[in-house]
């Protein structure tokens, strides 16, 4: 078995991939240069028997796990206290209008909360954008992930399949996954875990209540909705509540990121069971995002589209 010391590299992404190439080599014959060359017409069992492993099942061995995987038949079949309910189903978000809209707010949480200078800061530049009837700069516009938690206050239903070990999410909005274990895993260490814009998510049950604990975010290009930025600070608890005869989720939502605002910011939302719906493909294409209004906050089309084009390289 191959292993790789992931503190030693200075790039997750690339330490994965010079691991995965290197534990094939080890583990799969394919791979290897001394076997004889594969003939047109052969039959599948004589490419199957010649491309096999050397053992199956096979085992990742990244640096990164912290125990069985989640779908591992070993951990599913492990006996677990029965759940308080399951979210498998297609869920819709539920939107506020008028009155409602304006006190607790749509897609966007209100009241907003006590900023940091530094939240502040960019919020007020928000301001001014949109006081200019010009977008601020959206990091989705250039496909980034919406991220938590965006990725449940947008329209689109979220579809959610429920296993003992595992929840697993997949948005309408460009098809974004969200994986929220149940097993009981640590938290990957936060020395060689690497960031992102839905975070590590643990869940656990507490009586009729799915708790949610969510950390390890990235630092930049993450918005918590427009005007109100996040990083890498971000602790995200959810706690989620069957209602309605199995019809609704209710989420209780606490934010807390110190870098840019003061104390928890605490918020509800709805999602409601939606049925005869199924999730379908979606994708982000940035150059078709100019097209909408107000897409052009500098001085010119131009500039705007080369600053465009330098995040979504990620420059």
Same mark, same amino acid.
């Not at 006590?114 to 010009?134: H, I, L, N, S, V």
């Not at 005007?227 to 209780?252: A, K, P, S, Y």
């Not at 104390?263 to 097209?291: M, P, Q, T, Y």
């Given at each position: 078995?191959?292993?790789?010391? @992931?503190?030693?590299?200075?790039?997750?992404?690339?330490?994965? #991939?010079?691991?995965?190439?290197?534990?094939?080599?080890?583990?799969?014959?394919?791979?290897? $240069?001394?076997?004889?060359?594969?003939?047109?017409?052969?039959?599948?069992?004589?490419?199957?028997?010649?491309?096999?492993?050397?053992?199956?099942?096979?085992? *990742?061995?990244?640096?990164?796990?912290?125990?069985?995987? $989640?779908?591992?038949?070993?951990?599913? $079949?492990?006996? !677990?206290?029965?759940?308080?309910?399951?979210?498998? +189903?297609?869920?819709?978000?539920?939107?506020?209008?008028?009155?409602?809209?304006?006190?607790? +707010?749509?897609?966007?949480?209100?009241? @907003?909360?006590?900023?940091?200078?530094? +939240?502040?800061?960019?919020?007020?530049?928000?301001?001014r954008f949109?006081?200019?009837?010009?977008?601020? #700069?959206?990091?989705?516009?250039?496909?980034?992930?919406? %991220?938590?938690?965006?990725?449940?206050?947008?329209?689109?239903?979220?579809?959610?399949?429920?296993?003992?070990?595992?929840?697993?999410?997949? *948005?309408?909005?460009?098809?974004?996954?969200?994986?929220?274990?149940?097993?009981?895993?640590?938290?990957?260490?936060?020395?060689?875990?690497?960031?992102?814009?839905?975070?590590?998510?643990?869940?656990?049950?507490?009586?009729?209540?799915?708790?949610?604990? *969510?950390?390890?975010?990235?630092?930049?290009?993450?918005?918590?909705?427009?005007?109100?930025?996040? /990083?890498?600070?971000?602790?995200?608890?959810?706690?989620?509540?069957?209602?309605?005869?199995?019809?609704? @989720?209710?989420?209780e939502y606490?934010?807390?990121?110190?870098?840019?605002?003061? /104390?928890?910011?605490?918020?509800?939302?709805?999602?409601?069971?939606?049925?005869? *719906?199924?999730?379908?493909?979606?994708?982000?294409?940035?150059?078709?995002? #100019?097209?909408?209004?107000?897409?052009?906050?500098?001085?010119?089309?131009?500039?705007? #589209?080369?600053?465009?084009? !330098?995040? /979504?390289? %990620?420059q």
């Amino acid at each position: 078995m191959v292993k790789f010391d @992931l503190r030693a590299c200075t790039h997750v992404r690339s330490f994965l #991939l010079a691991a995965g190439l290197h534990t094939l080599v080890a583990i799969n014959p394919a791979f290897a $240069a001394d076997l004889p060359a594969p003939t047109i017409g052969e039959d599948w069992r004589t490419i199957e028997a010649r491309t096999r492993p050397a053992q199956l099942p096979l085992v *990742s061995d990244t640096g990164l796990e912290v125990g069985p995987g $989640a779908l591992d038949p070993e951990n599913l $079949a492990k006996q !677990r206290a029965a759940p308080a309910f399951d979210l498998t +189903g297609v869920w819709a978000f539920r939107r506020y209008a008028g009155a409602d809209a304006e006190v607790h +707010g749509d897609f966007n949480f209100r009241p @907003l909360p006590q900023f940091t200078p530094k +939240g502040q800061a960019f919020y007020d530049e928000y301001k001014r954008f949109e006081a200019a009837g010009r977008r601020h #700069l959206e990091p989705t516009a250039f496909c980034h992930p919406a %991220g938590l938690p965006r990725l449940q206050t947008r329209v689109g239903s979220l579809m959610m399949l429920q296993y003992p070990t595992a929840i697993y999410m997949v *948005s309408r909005l460009n098809n974004e996954y969200r994986t929220i274990y149940l097993d009981g895993r640590p938290h990957i260490d936060p020395a060689i875990r690497e960031p992102n814009y839905l975070g590590e998510s643990m869940g656990h049950w507490d009586g009729d209540t799915l708790v949610i604990e *969510s950390e390890g975010f990235i630092g930049e290009n993450h918005l918590m909705q427009v005007g109100v930025i996040t /990083g890498e600070q971000l602790r995200i608890t959810e706690r989620i509540t069957m209602i309605n005869d199995g019809n609704t @989720l209710m989420f209780e939502y606490t934010f807390v990121d110190p870098d840019h605002w003061v /104390g928890e910011w605490k918020h509800v939302r709805f999602h409601d069971r939606i049925l005869r *719906s199924d999730i379908k493909e979606a994708n982000c294409l940035f150059e078709d995002n #100019l097209a909408l209004p107000g897409m052009t906050p500098y001085e010119s089309d131009e500039i705007y #589209l080369q600053e465009m084009r !330098r995040i /979504g390289a %990620g420059q």
